[in-house]
């Protein structure tokens, strides 16, 4: 059974960083492309990064790029999102989510696990 568990939202003004931690257990991490995800209040959920199975190649959602770094560690079965100067629209529920698929996704239907989601505010 594969779980996800994510850390490291909180409160943050604008302008400010976080780092979010997602911890896979339950199956070899090495053989998932991890990715994030967010969800803001009346909205529907958005892509926001993925990243290969090795870490070679990543992607991002456009309102993030520039901003955000995603990484992995795969020794601690760990992925990483540090987020940076941060914008009050960035304000939302942040998911982590796990594919077998290789190559890299932006679809939320391509990903089989999911975390419970971890709260990010952004207050001016």
């Known amino acids: 059974q594969v779980q996800l568990v994510e850390s490291g939202g909180g409160l943050v003004q604008v302008g400010g960083s976080l780092m979010l931690s997602c911890v896979l257990s339950?199956?070899?991490?090495?053989?998932?492309?991890m990715g994030w995800f967010r969800q803001a209040p009346g909205k529907e959920r958005q892509f926001v990064s993925a990243i290969r199975w090795n870490g070679d190649s990543s992607n991002y959602g456009p309102s993030v790029k520039g901003r955000f770094a995603i990484s992995r560690d795969n020794a601690k079965s760990t992925v990483y999102l540090q987020m940076n100067s941060l914008k009050r629209e960035d304000t939302a529920v942040y998911y982590c989510a796990a594919t077998g698929q290789s190559d890299l996704s932006r679809r939320e239907d391509e990903f089989d696990y999911w975390g419970q989601g971890t709260q990010v505010t952004v207050s001016s």
């Open positions: 339950g199956r070899p991490f090495e053989i998932f492309q």
